[in-house]
């Protein structure tokens, strides 16, 4: 094992045969610097059309609820099945007049809205529901029509600095420098060096991006180099990668449940893991140069009477690794049993 597993990207060489972007033809999305961004672009949009109850699920991040917060919104939390897939009936139940309300779908660790769910969200849209479809960790999955509206935060599944991709409205946007050039430096170093030194100008660099990109929400154009970097990834051999480690990684870890098996068509982005004391497993997993993250600390913002789970623990599992690799960590995970 001669790399570290980890989530931060460093910059890549790109094929030179142009694929089709699978989630959807660039030409019918907004291309925003964040997620973040999107979400607000989208909630300034539904809220000048009358939207003022958000349904969001019980369990994401702080960057998914930040967006909304300079306007008004009464938010109230659905609950999400123990495989982070969406709760239907509790979203049923929580919508009262459907003309002001939006609902937050995100297609969680790669998994696909089910059949009957995409019904049940075409018939609350027919209603009168607006629905915000969060494909950021689906990206890879193949073409489908938003029910509505959907976004994708590009850089959480794909080696770019910035960008998210919107559907199902039209703007026009004006680029920024932002935060996204500087994540773009700081991938660019962890492509270049391997001495301690410059490794830390990535982190340091990183760190700074991230910070930027949670306070920086006024929609603005994604970078010119993750516009070139999308016309020329290598999709298929990543999409075939992403499929292949998540079931060699499934079938060999045999100490913790796994929350995300393979699934079908669908393309996962990481393997989801539940423990007891993910936090302790996640510091001995960097002991041994696997950096797994934690999706995610509690949101600040999120009522006290929300029970939020504190049991999972994502495995990366993308286009960098191979099956050795996996093995490699399946090892490592089994050798941390509880
Ligand atoms: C599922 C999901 N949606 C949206 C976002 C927001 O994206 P960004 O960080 O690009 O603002 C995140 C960020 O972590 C996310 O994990």
Not at 85 to 101: A, G, K, M, N
Not at 286 to 303: N, S, Y
Request: proline fraction near 7%; charged fraction near 20%.
């Amino acid at each position: 094992m001669s790399r570290r597993i980890g989530s931060v990207f460093a910059t890549e060489a790109m094929s030179s045969s142009v694929e089709k972007y699978p989630a959807a033809t660039r030409s019918h999305a907004i291309a925003t610097q964040s997620g973040g961004q999107a979400l607000r672009l989208m909630s300034r949009r539904l809220w000048s059309s009358g939207s003022r109850r958000l349904l969001a699920p019980e369990y994401l991040c702080e960057s998914m609820l930040v967006p909304f917060g300079e306007l008004d919104w009464e938010v109230a939390f659905y609950h999400l099945s123990p495989r982070l897939t969406l709760d239907v009936s509790s979203i049923d139940s929580l919508v009262r007049e459907p003309e002001v309300t939006v609902v937050l779908a995100p297609e969680y660790f790669g998994s696909r809205l089910n059949p009957l769910t995409h019904a049940a969200l075409c018939h609350l849209r027919r209603n009168g529901c607006r629905i915000i479809e969060d494909w950021t960790h689906s990206v890879l999955a193949n073409e489908r029509e938003p029910i509505d509206l959907a976004f994708a935060s590009l850089r959480k599944t794909l080696p770019v600095g910035d960008g998210s991709l919107v559907w199902g409205m039209h703007a026009q946007l004006e680029p920024t420098s932002g935060p996204g050039l500087l994540m773009w430096e700081a991938m660019d170093l962890l492509a270049l060096g391997c001495d301690p030194a410059t490794l830390d100008a990535a982190r340091v660099a990183a760190r700074a991006a991230e910070d930027a990109f949670f306070v920086e929400l006024e929609p603005a154009r994604m970078s010119d180099r993750t516009e070139f970097a999308l016309a020329v990834m290598p999709w298929a051999f990543m999409i075939g990668a992403r499929r292949k480690n998540a079931r060699v990684l499934a079938d060999e870890i045999s100490s913790f449940p796994v929350v995300n098996g393979e699934n079908g068509p669908d393309v996962p982005s990481h393997l989801v893991i539940q423990a007891s004391d993910p936090v302790t497993l996640q510091r001995r997993l960097a002991e041994r140069g696997i950096f797994c993250p934690i999706h995610w600390p509690r949101p600040p913002q999120l009522p006290v009477h929300i029970e939020f789970r504190k049991d999972l623990l994502s495995i990366p599992i993308d286009h960098r690794y191979n099956a050795d690799d996996m093995r490699f960590v399946a090892n490592a995970v089994n050798a941390c049993h509880e």
